[in-house]
């Protein structure tokens, strides 16, 4: 009776082992049942008419809700997009609703790569560079308004600072403080 149960229990674990896959590798019917997948994001368009790509997605931003105004810069072939929301809303209302614009123009060809901010500060810059282009002046309103950008981003460390002599010294008014006589 021993025997015959060993003799079963050895039969078992044979035709268990010889059901798995030999050194691990995928049997072939899986490569068959393998799903193929479609991009559905946009393709980016090339931009040639860049002030009209700008209105146009100004437009798809102000179709979100409590978007009072957008501002859109192209420069190239990518676009920025500031957008002005009520000051009153709280960080997480401000944050859903720029993704709803991001995902507003992510289904639009020309907005699939754009950059959107509601920072208010750069909304403004925005509308500043965009002034500047329409008036003939692109380069040169684009160049200051990037270098106040990037001077209010850019971090002053105080190790940074250079010791002059001379600025050391100086006064309030810029003039050299006067040293009494010993």
Request: aromatic fraction near 2%.
């Amino acid at each position: 009776m021993r025997l015959i149960y060993v003799c079963g229990l050895i039969l078992i674990l044979a035709v268990g082992c010889s059901q798995a896959p030999k050194s691990g590798a995928p049997s072939q019917d899986t490569n068959q049942k393998q799903v193929k997948v479609q991009q559905i994001a946009p393709q980016k368009l090339e931009i040639k008419d860049s002030k009209a790509v700008a209105a146009h997605l100004e437009n798809l931003a102000l179709g979100i809700p409590q978007v009072e105004s957008a501002h859109c810069v192209v420069f190239g072939n990518t676009a920025v997009v500031g957008i002005n929301i009520k000051k009153e809303l709280d960080r997480a209302r401000v944050g859903t609703i720029k993704y709803s614009v991001a995902e507003a123009l992510k289904k639009d060809p020309y907005g699939v790569n754009a950059i959107v901010t509601a920072d208010m500060d750069l909304d403004q810059r925005l509308r500043n560079i965009r002034d500047n282009i329409q008036a003939g002046r692109p380069i040169t309103g684009f160049a200051e308004q990037m270098a106040d950008i990037v001077g209010r981003v850019m971090p002053q460390l105080p190790r940074d600072i250079r010791n002059d002599p001379d600025i050391d010294n100086a006064g309030p008014n810029g003039d050299s403080p006067q040293v009494p006589a010993r």
